[in-house]
């Protein structure tokens, strides 16, 4: 009934830039969080960034200063805005929500987006 749907990702140089979006659809009510997730290979997943619903942001220390997370809470979409990529931020990129599903429930879940691929080589 919910998903979340990743675009935007690539190869691209060193140094170049990616905007990925999340886009949630589906049975929901409201949205409290959303972020945005990587794993690359061998490693843990991982909090790139993540944003409240009153736009209060969250870096991890790798990304601060070079990834920008917004989001449209009329369109229930997050976006994250990478420059200055380097060959580290090679990912699978995930975006993550928190939603409210009906008006008559308070319970809230996490839904996760199937992720997009990020590459940065020369």
């Known amino acids: 009934q919910v998903q979340l749907v990743e675009s935007g990702g690539g190869l691209v140089q060193p140094g170049g830039s990616l905007r990925l979006s999340c886009a949630a659809s589906g049975s929901i009510f409201s949205i409290n969080a959303m972020g945005w997730y990587r794993q690359a290979p061998g490693k843990q997943r991982e909090l790139v960034a993540d944003?409240?619903?009153?736009?209060?942001?969250n870096y991890a220390d790798s990304v601060k200063g070079r990834f920008t997370i917004s989001r449209d809470n009329a369109e229930n979409t997050v976006y994250l805005q990478m420059d200055s990529l380097k060959p580290e931020d090679t990912a699978v990129y995930y975006c993550?929500?928190?939603?409210?599903?009906?008006?008559?429930?308070?319970?809230?879940?996490?839904?996760w987006g199937q992720g997009t691929q990020v590459t940065v080589s020369s």
């Open positions: 944003i409240a619903s009153g736009g209060t942001t």
């Open positions: 993550s929500a928190e939603i409210r599903r009906t008006s008559f429930s308070t319970n809230k879940y996490r839904y």
